[in-house]
């Protein structure tokens, strides 16, 4: 960190103390959909051998059977946020307003990690984050692993707008989902992801013992089971079932270089008296982990 000697030391200390202390949550809002990853090198090739298969009947000679190898290349980009403060202001300031001001420069980096989380999951239907580890867009009718014991395709991408009846469907669909053995996942798909103009069906889905949208009134068996939360990253139809409980999530955060305060210098040839700019830095990225995790239904 490249820190000149004409930065008052207090502001230093304001900017440094107020990043390490405020900048990550105990549970931050990615935390359901996203797992952090800490790099170790400039590019990484993420390695999964993928299922174990399931023990057969011995006949009196070995049966052997193997994993297939699934490959994800992750490389991360640069992120900064650069911020001034003037001479004048500095000199003038009687409310610790500047110290919190730097401190706010740092705590918007997990914040920036959270959205671009959700864009990523709200665009997995597209290539602007990339593709899924099998080449297929994450959200895509044709996800199969070449070479595994089991590569029949498998959908994730449903245009259902969302109700109770649709969500029971694209529930049942993610029930189906095999692995590459040919198993059944068997995970727990808990989690209703849903953009602010669909959080009252959400709520309805996941919060209601009765149907909402019927005048029988009959058991709603989601209730409980699954919960919801809401994410303006989201487009206005779009909604997202995930296996929130699982150690494996759809987005992977890669991280090359925490953030943290980079530099700090003063310009005294900037207008009110010269400028004091302290730049924090990091270096990470979003990618896409496992389709199996999250299904789409969108309109």
Not at 111 to 121: G, P, Q, R, T, Y
Not at 149 to 175: H, I, W
Not at 279 to 294: D, E, I, P, S, V
Request: aromatic content about 10%.
């Amino acid at each position: 960190m490249t820190i000149s000697g004409n930065i008052p030391q207090h502001l230093v200390v304001a900017a440094r103390t107020g990043f390490l202390t405020a900048p990550m949550p105990a549970a931050p809002s990615y935390a359901p959909i996203a797992q952090l990853i800490t790099m170790d090198a400039k590019s990484v090739e993420l390695v999964d051998l993928g299922d174990a298969p399931m023990p057969v009947e011995s006949k009196g000679r070995t049966q052997k059977r193997d994993f297939i190898e699934k490959v994800l290349t992750v490389t991360p980009k640069d992120w900064e946020v650069t911020v001034g403060v003037s001479y004048n202001a500095v000199k003038d300031d009687q409310t610790g307003a500047l110290e919190r001001k730097a401190r706010m420069a740092g705590e918007n980096f997990p914040l920036h990690m959270s959205n671009e989380a959700f864009k990523a999951l709200n665009g997995g239907d597209g290539t602007t984050y990339g593709l899924c580890y099998d080449g297929q867009e994450f959200f895509d009718s044709d996800h199969a692993d070449k070479g595994a014991e089991y590569s029949t395709a498998q959908d994730n991408e449903y245009a259902l707008a969302l109700s109770l009846d649709n969500f029971e469907t694209v529930r049942v669909a993610a029930g189906a989902f095999r692995n590459d053995q040919g198993e059944f996942t068997g995970y727990n798909y808990n989690l209703l992801v849903v953009p602010p103009a669909l959080e009252r069906t959400a709520a309805q889905i996941t919060g209601n013992a009765q149907a909402y949208d019927t005048g029988n009134r009959e058991i709603n068996p989601y209730s409980g089971q699954v919960s919801h939360i809401v994410s303006a990253q989201l487009d206005s139809t779009a909604w997202v079932l995930v296996a929130g409980g699982m150690s494996i999530k759809p987005i992977l955060i890669v991280v090359r270089e925490t953030p943290s305060l980079q530099s700090a210098w003063f310009d005294p040839e900037t207008d009110d008296g010269g400028m004091y700019y302290f730049k924090f830095y990091g270096r990470y990225n979003h990618f896409y982990g496992n389709w199996r995790t999250a299904i789409l239904g969108n309109t």
